[in-house]
């Protein structure tokens, strides 16, 4: 096969609704619900981080921004909700 397709790559964040961690120690109702989420992106992870990233959490609406620290990347999507179902279920 000499084609190379260069596909974009889509992967699929596990993400936490957390409030900013500039507001620790005040958290409020609408600074996020700590449940976690899914959406895809086509871009590098490092780009997310340095453009901020927000995502509408489905769950209250909140637009938290994107901390590496409180996501995971996946692949496959099937695995992303999967994992996404597990950790709200610890909760
Ligand atoms: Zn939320």
Redesign the pocket.
């Known amino acids: 096969m000499n084609e190379v397709i260069e596909r974009q790559e889509r992967r699929y964040l596990v993400w936490r609704?957390v409030p900013s961690t500039e507001l620790r120690g005040r958290r409020s109702p609408d600074s996020?619900?700590?449940?976690w989420?899914v959406r895809s992106t086509n871009k590098p992870l490092k780009g997310m981080m340095n453009a901020k990233m927000q995502a509408i959490?489905?769950?209250?609406?909140?637009r938290?921004r994107l901390d590496a620290k409180n996501l995971y990347q996946f692949e496959d999507k099937y695995e992303a909700e999967i994992y996404c179902t597990e950790l709200n279920g610890e909760e």
């Open positions: 609704c996020g619900c700590l449940m989420s959490c489905k769950h209250c609406n909140n938290p």
